[in-house]
């Protein structure tokens, strides 16, 4: 079991920058590739980025590539999103997720653990 808590969300302005940071509890957090999704209301759950067990490999959606940066620190168990350029299309409820990546196809059902997720609002 692992337990995940996001921080860091908050109302910015469109062009600004915003961190979210997970903490990660429970069992060993370096086995697990973790990841971070959101979902807009009235949409799906959606990927953004995800990052391999030793942060070798990182994977972005493109909507996202070239403005966020995701990272982990496996000795302190968390794991941020670095968010630049916002957009008011990224305004959405932000989840951190621990699972299994191939370092190819990102599948949602692959990732077992969920935070309660942190709201991001962008205006624009």
């Known amino acids: 079991q692992v337990q995940l808590v996001e921080s860091g969300g908050g109302l910015v302005q469109a062009g600004d920058s915003l961190r979210l940071s997970c903490a990660a509890s429970g069992r060993t957090f370096s086995g697990y590739a973790m990841g971070w999704f959101r979902q807009a209301p009235g949409k799906e759950r959606e990927f953004v980025a995800v990052?391999?067990?030793?942060?070798?490999?990182?994977y972005y959606a493109g909507s996202v590539k070239g403005r966020f940066t995701i990272s982990r620190d496996n000795p302190r168990n968390t794991v941020s999103l670095q968010m630049r350029s916002l957009k008011a299309e990224d305004t959405a409820v932000y989840y951190c997720?621990?699972?299994?990546?191939?370092?190819?196809?990102?599948?949602?059902?692959?990732?077992?653990?969920w935070g309660q997720g942190t709201q991001v609002t962008v205006s624009s």
């Open positions: 997720a621990a699972g299994r990546w191939s370092g190819y196809v990102i599948n949602i059902g692959d990732f077992d653990y």
């Open positions: 990052i391999s067990r030793n942060g070798g490999n990182t």
